[in-house]
């Protein structure tokens, strides 16, 4: 019988808990934007308590259900893990399938049901957040969404959308990028605003081509498991030639947006501090260049490498995105 120090190392190996700073991030980052932005409900822009709970429930509500989805996609894709990562937990019989169906359920409990309370201002008192029109609790439907994205990604009785290389980038990018961006912002301010969902696109568009970046090294199981990824269609150099565009090319409508004018009489479609969003732009497509030669300069190291520097890149860019962001609607 495992102690329960070790029993505990094993679910984190089984939760991956390197993926779940992103969306922890997306989510707190989202919202300093709506917060900063001049969609702010609050005219006096107040840092109240509610405020950073709504937040930090939000935010952790976002690990929890990346952690279910990582469990739920290890559940489904035990024969391929057999052969791509045979030291995950599920392979080696550290974990049960019970019981990880069980730990996935949990926390799929945990991840949408609080962000029900989770509603914009002026609603403080937790009976009226409870008691908010439907259209307040666009987070809770979109953490809906994105739950049943995950599902969907993985089992074939909704589609499994990772046999196709196209929908199966489309079922994490549009959640995971441009939804997780949505969500965040639906914590502070209305998602009516053009703005959150320009922000969220332009993470979408990112992880639509840099995603696949893990697909390159897990080949073999895939084609043997009929899993049709961007590499299996289309070959290893022409698939690092299709998403390099990814790592460069979403950056630039940072500043774009920032210079663009906005809707209903607003400067700019993105209403943060303009310097700093330019700013950051170019330099995320600077640094998304040298991650995308790294890609191009041997393609075929990233069939060989299952940690190959482009997806290290891949979710650093995306993290210091996010806090660029925040930084953005904050000064």
Known sequence: MPGQGGLLKRYLRLARPFTLLPPLLGIVSGAVCAFGSVHNPDPARRVTWAVVLTV????????????????????????????????????????????????????????????????????SRLSERFLAPAPLHAAFFIYCVGALATLAYSFPVLGRTKRHWLAANLTIAIPRGGLLKVAGWAFVASVAALEAWAI???????????????????????????????????????????????????????PLFAWMPGPHGTAALLTGNRALLTALGIGLAAWGAWAAHLLLRDPDELARSENHPAWTHMYLLMMAAQVGFALAYLF
Not at 85 to 98: H, N
Not at 206 to 223: E, H, W
């Open 56 to 123: 930090a429930i939000g935010s952790l509500c976002a690990s929890a259900m990346n952690a279910a989805s990582n469990i739920v996609n290890q559940i489904a894709d035990l024969e391929i893990d057999r052969r791509n990562k045979p030291g995950r937990p599920l392979v080696t019989g550290e974990i049960s399938i019970r019981r990880a169906w069980q730990a996935a359920g949990a926390l799929y409990a945990l991840a949408i049901l609080p962000t029900w309370i989770v509603v914009p201002y002026p609603y």
């Open 200 to 254: 969220g696109g332009t993470f979408a568009l990112f992880l639509l081509g840099a995603m696949s970046t893990k697909d390159f090294s897990d080949m073999d199981g895939d084609r043997a498991h009929g899993c049709i990824t961007l590499p299996i269609r289309f070959g290893v150099r022409r698939a690092a030639r299709i998403i390099a565009p990814f790592f460069v090319l979403p950056w630039l409508l940072i």
